[in-house]
Protein backbone atom coordinates (compact mmCIF):
# COMPACT_ATOMS: atom_id res chain seq x y z
CA UNK A 1 0.00 0.00 0.00
CA UNK A 2 1.04 3.84 -0.83
CA UNK A 3 -0.26 7.13 0.68
CA UNK A 4 -1.00 9.95 -1.69
CA UNK A 5 -2.03 13.37 -0.37
CA UNK A 6 -2.78 16.88 -1.97
CA UNK A 7 -4.11 19.96 -0.19
CA UNK A 8 -2.48 23.62 0.65
CA UNK A 9 -0.14 25.04 3.09
CA UNK A 10 -1.87 23.29 5.72
CA UNK A 11 -0.70 20.03 4.05
CA UNK A 12 2.61 21.37 2.57
CA UNK A 13 3.68 23.16 6.24
CA UNK A 14 2.96 26.69 5.87
CA UNK A 15 4.53 28.40 8.79
CA UNK A 16 6.78 25.53 9.15
CA UNK A 17 9.04 26.24 6.15
CA UNK A 18 9.78 30.35 5.43
CA UNK A 19 9.20 30.47 1.98
CA UNK A 20 8.12 28.44 -1.35
CA UNK A 21 11.04 28.05 -2.73
CA UNK A 22 14.82 27.23 -1.94
CA UNK A 23 18.27 28.79 -1.66
CA UNK A 24 18.60 28.70 -5.62
CA UNK A 25 15.12 29.64 -6.52
CA UNK A 26 13.76 26.01 -6.86
CA UNK A 27 10.32 25.23 -6.15
CA UNK A 28 9.87 23.42 -2.44
CA UNK A 29 7.48 20.70 -4.48
CA UNK A 30 7.72 16.89 -3.89
CA UNK A 31 10.53 16.50 -6.52
CA UNK A 32 12.80 18.90 -4.96
CA UNK A 33 16.01 17.24 -3.49
CA UNK A 34 17.26 19.65 -1.48
CA UNK A 35 17.87 19.37 2.53
CA UNK A 36 15.57 22.21 3.57
CA UNK A 37 12.70 20.49 1.28
CA UNK A 38 13.30 16.92 2.79
CA UNK A 39 13.42 18.27 6.38
CA UNK A 40 10.23 20.05 5.20
CA UNK A 41 8.75 16.99 4.21
CA UNK A 42 9.50 14.49 7.11
CA UNK A 43 7.77 17.26 9.19
CA UNK A 44 4.21 17.62 7.98
CA UNK A 45 1.38 15.49 8.38
CA UNK A 46 1.44 13.50 5.70
CA UNK A 47 5.18 11.72 6.42
CA UNK A 48 3.86 11.62 10.23
CA UNK A 49 0.86 9.39 8.37
CA UNK A 50 2.57 7.00 6.58
CA UNK A 51 4.93 6.33 9.57
CA UNK A 52 1.62 4.92 11.04
CA UNK A 53 0.26 2.97 8.64
CA UNK A 54 4.47 1.62 8.01
CA UNK A 55 4.01 2.93 3.85
CA UNK A 56 5.93 4.43 1.58
CA UNK A 57 4.20 8.36 0.68
CA UNK A 58 3.59 11.08 -1.75
CA UNK A 59 2.93 14.54 -0.98
CA UNK A 60 1.36 16.75 -3.90
CA UNK A 61 0.35 19.83 -1.85
CA UNK A 62 1.77 23.45 -2.49
CA UNK A 63 1.57 26.41 -0.40
CA UNK A 64 -1.06 28.83 -1.82
CA UNK A 65 -2.31 26.31 -4.16
CA UNK A 66 -5.51 26.11 -5.27
CA UNK A 67 -8.38 23.22 -5.57
CA UNK A 68 -7.67 23.67 -9.48
CA UNK A 69 -4.40 22.63 -8.70
CA UNK A 70 -5.18 19.70 -6.42
CA UNK A 71 -7.32 18.38 -8.96
CA UNK A 72 -4.96 18.85 -11.79
CA UNK A 73 -2.28 17.87 -10.34
CA UNK A 74 -3.63 14.55 -8.58
CA UNK A 75 -5.57 13.35 -11.81
CA UNK A 76 -2.00 14.08 -13.84
CA UNK A 77 0.20 12.00 -11.23
CA UNK A 78 -2.84 8.66 -11.33
CA UNK A 79 -3.24 8.93 -15.13
CA UNK A 80 0.56 8.61 -15.37
CA UNK A 81 0.21 5.40 -13.50
CA UNK A 82 -2.32 4.01 -15.38
CA UNK A 83 -0.80 5.22 -19.01
CA UNK A 84 2.67 3.64 -17.77
CA UNK A 85 1.49 0.27 -17.58
CA UNK A 86 0.75 0.20 -13.47
CA UNK A 87 -2.40 -0.41 -13.71
CA UNK A 88 -3.87 -3.63 -14.25
CA UNK A 89 -6.73 -3.00 -16.62
CA UNK A 90 -8.14 -6.48 -16.29
CA UNK A 91 -8.09 -6.84 -12.40
CA UNK A 92 -8.78 -3.19 -11.49
CA UNK A 93 -5.57 -2.69 -9.52
CA UNK A 94 -2.57 -0.47 -9.51
CA UNK A 95 0.98 -2.08 -8.81
CA UNK A 96 0.63 -0.59 -4.73
CA UNK A 97 -2.80 -0.39 -3.31
CA UNK A 98 -3.16 3.21 -2.67
CA UNK A 99 -4.58 5.69 0.11
CA UNK A 100 -5.57 8.93 -1.40
CA UNK A 101 -6.23 11.77 1.26
CA UNK A 102 -6.91 15.23 -0.13
CA UNK A 103 -7.48 18.22 1.81
CA UNK A 104 -9.77 20.27 0.21
CA UNK A 105 -8.38 24.19 0.70
CA UNK A 106 -10.36 27.98 0.25
CA UNK A 107 -13.13 27.84 -3.08
CA UNK A 108 -12.34 31.23 -4.14
CA UNK A 109 -8.22 30.43 -5.02
CA UNK A 110 -7.71 30.06 -8.43
CA UNK A 111 -4.80 28.92 -10.84
CA UNK A 112 -4.06 29.52 -14.83
CA UNK A 113 -1.05 28.68 -17.05
CA UNK A 114 1.38 31.16 -17.47
CA UNK A 115 2.93 31.11 -20.92
CA UNK A 116 5.77 33.67 -20.27
CA UNK A 117 7.02 32.28 -17.22
CA UNK A 118 6.05 28.46 -18.23
CA UNK A 119 4.18 27.61 -15.56
CA UNK A 120 1.13 27.55 -13.38
CA UNK A 121 -0.10 30.48 -11.26
CA UNK A 122 -1.60 30.13 -8.29
CA UNK A 123 -4.16 33.23 -7.32
CA UNK A 124 -5.31 33.88 -3.93
CA UNK A 125 -7.45 36.81 -2.94
CA UNK A 126 -4.88 38.20 -1.73
CA UNK A 127 -1.74 38.06 -4.32
CA UNK A 128 -0.36 35.61 -6.79
CA UNK A 129 2.74 33.66 -6.98
CA UNK A 130 4.01 31.28 -9.83
CA UNK A 131 6.82 28.51 -8.88
CA UNK A 132 9.60 30.28 -11.38
CA UNK A 133 11.02 33.36 -10.64
CA UNK A 134 9.21 36.63 -12.39
CA UNK A 135 9.88 40.19 -13.46
CA UNK A 136 8.16 42.77 -11.50
CA UNK A 137 6.44 43.85 -14.16
CA UNK A 138 5.09 40.46 -15.00
CA UNK A 139 4.17 40.23 -12.16
CA UNK A 140 2.16 43.50 -12.14
CA UNK A 141 0.27 41.54 -15.50
CA UNK A 142 -0.99 38.67 -13.50
CA UNK A 143 -1.85 40.18 -10.64
CA UNK A 144 -3.91 42.51 -12.73
CA UNK A 145 -5.14 39.54 -14.37
CA UNK A 146 -5.91 37.90 -10.78
CA UNK A 147 -7.87 41.10 -9.57
CA UNK A 148 -10.09 41.28 -12.48
CA UNK A 149 -10.94 37.68 -11.83
CA UNK A 150 -11.86 38.17 -8.76
CA UNK A 151 -14.19 41.47 -9.58
CA UNK A 152 -16.41 38.99 -11.96
CA UNK A 153 -16.79 36.01 -9.42
CA UNK A 154 -19.16 35.37 -6.11
CA UNK A 155 -19.46 32.91 -3.66
CA UNK A 156 -21.90 30.92 -6.10
CA UNK A 157 -19.45 30.66 -8.48
CA UNK A 158 -16.80 29.35 -5.88
CA UNK A 159 -19.41 26.50 -4.59
CA UNK A 160 -20.16 25.36 -7.93
CA UNK A 161 -17.12 24.73 -9.11
CA UNK A 162 -15.98 23.41 -5.33
CA UNK A 163 -19.27 21.01 -6.28
CA UNK A 164 -17.33 19.68 -9.45
CA UNK A 165 -13.75 19.48 -8.24
CA UNK A 166 -15.00 17.36 -5.24
CA UNK A 167 -17.11 14.97 -7.42
CA UNK A 168 -14.50 15.02 -10.25
CA UNK A 169 -11.76 13.57 -8.02
CA UNK A 170 -14.50 11.02 -5.71
CA UNK A 171 -15.44 9.73 -9.09
CA UNK A 172 -12.10 9.04 -10.52
CA UNK A 173 -10.87 7.65 -7.26
CA UNK A 174 -13.82 5.07 -6.72
CA UNK A 175 -13.41 3.96 -10.86
CA UNK A 176 -10.18 3.16 -10.18
CA UNK A 177 -10.39 1.53 -7.09
CA UNK A 178 -8.22 4.03 -4.99
CA UNK A 179 -9.81 4.49 -1.34
CA UNK A 180 -10.22 7.77 -0.50
CA UNK A 181 -10.78 10.60 2.24
CA UNK A 182 -11.68 14.07 2.17
CA UNK A 183 -11.44 16.98 4.39
CA UNK A 184 -12.43 20.79 4.22
CA UNK A 185 -10.87 23.78 4.63
CA UNK A 186 -13.52 26.23 3.75
CA UNK A 187 -15.82 26.67 6.24
CA UNK A 188 -18.45 28.49 4.16
CA UNK A 189 -18.75 26.48 1.06
CA UNK A 190 -21.38 24.36 1.51
CA UNK A 191 -23.66 27.09 2.59
CA UNK A 192 -24.21 28.67 -1.29
CA UNK A 193 -24.35 24.91 -2.35
CA UNK A 194 -27.70 23.79 -3.35
CA UNK A 195 -29.65 21.74 -0.92
CA UNK A 196 -29.41 18.53 -4.17
CA UNK A 197 -25.40 18.97 -4.27
CA UNK A 198 -25.12 19.00 -0.30
CA UNK A 199 -27.07 16.15 -0.42
CA UNK A 200 -24.66 14.15 -3.37
CA UNK A 201 -22.15 15.44 -1.15
CA UNK A 202 -23.28 13.62 2.29
CA UNK A 203 -24.35 10.71 0.63
CA UNK A 204 -21.84 9.73 -2.80
CA UNK A 205 -18.60 11.01 -0.98
CA UNK A 206 -16.17 9.45 1.58
CA UNK A 207 -15.08 12.35 4.49
CA UNK A 208 -13.28 12.12 6.95
CA UNK A 209 -15.74 12.10 10.13
CA UNK A 210 -18.55 14.19 8.12
CA UNK A 211 -19.91 15.80 4.62
CA UNK A 212 -18.40 19.09 6.64
CA UNK A 213 -15.67 17.46 7.95
CA UNK A 214 -13.80 21.09 9.08
CA UNK A 215 -9.30 19.96 8.20
CA UNK A 216 -8.98 22.54 11.44
CA UNK A 217 -10.81 20.50 14.14
CA UNK A 218 -7.67 17.90 13.62
CA UNK A 219 -5.26 19.87 15.48
CA UNK A 220 -5.06 22.80 18.04
CA UNK A 221 -1.85 23.17 18.12
CA UNK A 222 -1.08 26.26 15.95
CA UNK A 223 1.16 28.78 14.87
CA UNK A 224 0.24 32.26 14.77
CA UNK A 225 -1.00 32.18 11.18
CA UNK A 226 -3.49 29.27 11.76
CA UNK A 227 -1.76 26.50 10.54
CA UNK A 228 -0.58 23.42 11.98
CA UNK A 229 2.82 23.62 14.42
CA UNK A 230 5.14 20.88 14.20
CA UNK A 231 2.81 19.24 17.21
CA UNK A 232 -0.12 19.78 15.36
CA UNK A 233 0.83 17.86 12.13
CA UNK A 234 1.90 14.91 14.48
CA UNK A 235 -1.98 15.55 15.68
CA UNK A 236 -3.12 15.65 12.48
CA UNK A 237 -1.95 12.12 11.16
CA UNK A 238 -2.61 10.97 14.93
CA UNK A 239 -6.51 11.78 14.69
CA UNK A 240 -6.78 10.99 10.73
CA UNK A 241 -4.58 7.06 11.68
CA UNK A 242 -7.45 6.80 14.17
CA UNK A 243 -10.19 7.41 11.55
CA UNK A 244 -9.38 5.29 9.04
CA UNK A 245 -7.07 2.86 10.85
CA UNK A 246 -9.40 0.21 10.70
CA UNK A 247 -10.55 0.54 7.08
CA UNK A 248 -7.17 0.51 5.06
Known amino acids: MKLFTNGCSFTWGGSICPSLWDNNGNNLDWENTSDINQQRIRSVWPYHLSRHLNVDHV???????????????????????????????????????????????????????????????????????????TENEHQQYNDHFQNMHYRYCNDKTYSHKYFQQVTTLACFFEKHHIKYWFSNLDKMVFTHLEPAQQQYLRTHVNWIKSVRAYFGYLFDDQTDSGHPSLYGHQQ?????????????
Request: hydrophobic share 35%; aromatic share 12%; charged share 20%.
Open 59 to 133: NLSMGSGSNERIVRTTLDYFTNLILNGQYDHVNGQYDHEWVAIIQWTQSPRFEFWDDIAKCWAMCLPTGSTTSNS
Open 236 to 248: IADNIYDIIKDQV
